[in-house]
Antibody, heavy 121, light 108 residues
Framework: QVQLQESGPGLVKPSQTLSLTCSVS??????????WSWIRQPAGKGLEWIGR???????TSNPSLESRVTISIDTSQDLFSLKLTSVTAADTAVYYC?????????????WGQGTLVTVSS | SSELTQDPAVSVALGQTVRITCQGD??????ANWYQQKPGQAPLLVIY???HRPSGIPARFSGSGSGTTASLTITGAQAEDEADYYC???????????FGGGTKVTVL
């Protein structure tokens, strides 16, 4: 059973860059048909898809965030990363990494536990 | 704003049946998935590709859909089913994932 674990600073100052890493264990990132994704959830609110990357390095992101988002992947180390630039208080949220199955239908079949990132000076 | 619309909240008596809906134009072309999220936990997949249950998900959870609407039904709701439920699918472009706003299910 694959496991995902987010890591990174829990506090980021406004206008700076939020950087998170998701470590994947229990299976190779290159096995199967999957996208590796980031999702966030502000306190008391719903889920927002940030973006995803394939093992070939092809990335796409939410149009509302794409000017600030960079997603990268290192399959040799079984991890992928998120950078979100020019953060504001509105970016304060629990950030999840997740695996999206793409073998036919698409769905998120594994999630990290989530990590809270607070944007504050 | 979300391209998938869900009712914010529903309630169901213990042991009764509740249906949650998810509406969006993209559902004509792409199937919906459903996730259960309890406080302080990551979402858990309960239905994928409109009607399929992952292993380990109780049979009281079922999914269906037609046209622009997908539905999640809990038949014989249990106290542990009290949670937020989110649908997801692709947006109208087909390139991006979109979530519904979520439905809070209260079991009375």
């Amino acid at each position: 059973q694959v496991q995902l674990q987010e890591s990174g600073p829990g506090l980021v100052k406004p206008s700076q860059t939020l950087s998170l890493t998701c470590s994947v264990s229990g299976g190779s990132m290159n096995s199967g048909y999957h996208y590796w994704s980031w999702i966030r959830q502000p306190a008391g609110k719903g889920l927002e898809w940030i973006g995803r990357i394939s093992t070939s390095g092809s990335a796409t992101s939410n149009p509302s965030l794409e000017s600030r988002v960079t997603i990268s992947i290192d399959t040799s180390q079984d991890l992928f990363s998120l950078k979100l630039t020019s953060v504001t208080a509105a970016d304060t949220a629990v950030y999840y990494c997740a695996r999206r199955a793409t073998w036919g239908p698409e769905y998120f079949d594994s999630w990290g536990q989530g990590t809270l990132v607070t944007v504050s000076s | 704003s979300s391209e998938l619309t869900q009712d914010p909240a529903v309630s169901v008596a213990l042991g009764q049946t509740v249906r949650i809906t998810c509406q969006g134009d993209s559902l004509r072309a792409f199937s919906a998935n459903w996730y259960q999220q309890k406080p302080g936990q990551a979402p858990l997949l309960v239905i994928y590709d409109k009607k399929h249950r992952p292993s380990g998900i109780p049979a009281r959870f079922s999914g269906s859909g037609s046209g622009t609407t997908a539905s999640l039904t809990i038949t014989g709701a249990q106290a542990e089913d009290e949670a937020d439920y989110y649908c997801d699918s692709r947006d109208s472009s087909g390139y991006h994932v979109v979530f519904g706003g979520g439905t809070k299910v209260t079991v009375l």
